[in-house]
């Protein structure tokens, strides 16, 4: 009796399916795979990265431009999942490469996934099937009613999909009372969220943005799923600073996953009063006064947001085989 509730509850914990292959047939009309270089910073120390362009619902639909991407992201587009829904080596986080491809104009987004199931496949000799786990998540909340400013929706126009940040301003970055470079309008000022890390502290500023677009974000940063229960249905400009985990990352999310491209300022000196940082860099300047909070005290301080903890069900898709250098172009 024992062995078969144990039984049905290993079943109703974990499922497994075989993932139906994909129409072979659909494959982009030319593609090339290159080890990335990684980004050099500018006369400043300021690396802007670059996101993924182009694609189906795009200014360029017919062509991607994916740099110094990992696998781990062009896997989240091509299943459509997050982060935390692909199980593999540990190297589909760290190899970048640098992804280019043509296809008809006209290809569909679910076209478009199969082609990179099928570029994944032949040029990685990939093999994968699909589960449904339990997971550990977070229900976002509302704990404070009014800490959030609606948008006014007078954003300057520019789809996030295009991935592009407008060039730097020429000189040192203007430092502003709280350690963080004042950025352009022309980049806050973009519907999507902007996000900049510092040495001891990240901020993102978001413009137009609505819940659902926080929680997919959270979900990327705390890599495990964040659920939208607050109940708001506006778009809301915000700025939230945190003291982030350490081993937090710049670009999760992967292809179109919502947010607006990274700025990252390491910096060489970058105020008046430059003084040893949080990790120990004697050369970033970091203002006086109270650190940053830990994002989940940070969401309820300064959004008047709660990530509360709980369990679901997930479906993942695991990695059976992939090799670490892909077959020639």
Do not use: C
């Not at 300021?46 to 062509?63: A, E, L, W």
């Not at 860099?281 to 909070?293: I, S, T």
């Not at 947001?305 to 992939?322: N, Q, Y």
């Amino acid at each position: 009796m024992g062995k078969a509730i144990l039984a049905a509850s290993m079943i109703a914990f974990t499922t497994f399916a075989q993932t139906p292959a994909p129409d072979k047939s659909l494959t982009f009309e030319v593609a090339s795979i290159k080890p990335a270089q990684p980004p050099k910073p500018d006369g400043q120390g300021r690396i802007f990265m670059r996101g993924p362009s182009g694609g189906p619902g795009t200014k360029d639909p017919g062509r991607i431009d994916y740099p110094f991407t990992t696998l781990k992201n062009i896997l989240m587009a091509a299943y459509n999942m997050k982060n935390y829904q692909i199980s593999g080596p540990s190297w589909l986080d760290t190899e970048r490469f640098d992804i280019t491809a043509t296809m008809p104009p006209d290809t569909t987004k679910e076209q478009f996934q199969i082609m990179l199931q099928n570029l994944l496949t032949e040029r990685f000799q990939m093999s994968v099937h699909r589960e449904k786990k339990e997971l550990a998540m977070y229900s976002l909340v509302v704990t404070k009613a009014g800490k959030l400013k609606e948008s006014p929706g007078t954003t300057t126009t520019a789809p996030e999909s295009d991935g592009l940040l407008p060039p730097p301003p020429p000189g040192p970055p203007k430092i502003g009372p709280d350690g963080f470079p004042v950025m352009p309008a022309a980049i806050t000022n973009r519907p999507g969220i902007f996000m900049m890390m510092m040495p001891g502290r990240a901020r993102l500023t978001a413009t137009a943005q609505t819940m659902q677009d926080l929680a997919n974000r959270l979900s990327g940063q705390l890599d495990r799923p964040v659920i939208d229960n607050t109940g708001l249905t506006a778009k809301y400009d915000f700025i939230l600073t945190y003291a982030p985990d350490a081993n937090e990352r710049l670009g999760r999310g992967g292809p179109g996953a919502g947010g607006l491209m990274v700025a990252v300022v390491p910096g060489p000196e970058l105020g008046a009063n430059p003084g040893p940082g949080p990790s120990g860099n004697d050369n970033v300047f970091v203002p006086d006064g109270e650190a940053p909070q830990p994002l989940l005290g940070a969401l309820q301080s300064q959004l008047g947001l709660k990530l509360e903890p709980k369990k679901g069900a997930v479906d993942i898709v695991v990695i059976d085989r992939i090799e670490k250098t892909p077959s020639e172009n």
